[in-house]
């Protein structure tokens, strides 16, 4: 259940991690919120709650971030930005998802097996469509866009998804512009956005994968 305070209110607990985040990964928090709320039907009353948490954290970060003129950007990994869209907006998510399971379509997006899990369902891999689409399943609840999903199928990293992708869609293989210096320890993928919702308040319920530089 939600926890509430010693005044008997609820708290939002995802304020303060959405300070933390980049005006990339809270304008794509909103969106895919959005969509997961509507096309949710597998999630508990307590799993909405905490999405719509999140959505009101970003939301209200942005607005924060806009008033006073500052601005957070997005991590490239060493990646022209340009390139990075260019290549994830350059095939639908459908299409790319629809190489490695069966899809089919239900209402405005598609449903599938989740190869994420054993499950017994054929229905818990939803697929919302288009260039800007995301995946997710309400099996196992792991969910992302087109490049956590290269990443997670192929079990590859970011630099190598980027390039399987711009492969698949016929565009010239990216390089990085600067080398990387060592790393430190895991770094946060902010261009493959990948989320989880927790039925605890206490955890973030979009979760961000960590991986090491590549």
């Known amino acids: 259940m939600i926890s509430q305070n010693t005044h008997g209110g609820t708290t939002n607990p995802f304020r303060a991690q959405a300070r933390l985040?980049?005006?990339d990964w809270l304008r794509a928090t909103i969106?895919?919120?959005d969509w997961l709320l509507t096309d949710?039907?597998?999630l508990s009353d307590d799993d909405r709650q905490l999405l719509r948490w999140e959505k009101e954290a970003a939301e209200a970060e942005l607005a924060r971030r806009w008033a006073r003129g500052i601005s957070y950007p997005a991590c490239d990994f060493g990646f022209e930005r340009e390139t990075i869209e260019r290549i994830k907006t350059?095939?639908?998510i459908e299409a790319v998802i629809g190489l490695d399971v069966p899809l089919r379509p239900v209402g405005r997006g598609y449903r599938g097996k989740c190869p994420f899990h054993d499950g017994k369902s054929d229905n818990s891999l939803s697929v919302k469509p288009g260039v800007d689409g995301a995946f997710y399943c309400f099996g196992c609840r792991f969910g992302g866009d087109v490049l956590a999903w290269i990443m997670a199928f192929h079990r590859c990293e970011f630099s190598e998804a980027l390039r399987?992708?711009?492969?698949?869609a016929g565009l010239p293989i990216?390089?990085?512009r600067r080398p990387q210096p060592p790393s430190k320890g895991p770094v946060r993928e902010v261009d493959a956005y990948v989320w989880q919702p927790k039925r605890?308040?206490?955890r973030r319920g979009l979760r961000v994968r960590e991986v090491g530089r590549v």
Request: hydrophobic letters at 30%; aromatic letters at 4%.
């Open 40 to 42: 949710g039907d597998d």
């Open 164 to 168: 399987r992708l711009a492969h698949m």
């Open 200 to 202: 605890k308040p206490s």
């Open 174 to 176: 990216p390089m990085r």
């Open 90 to 92: 350059a095939w639908p």
């Open 21 to 23: 985040e980049t005006d």
């Open 31 to 33: 969106h895919q919120v």
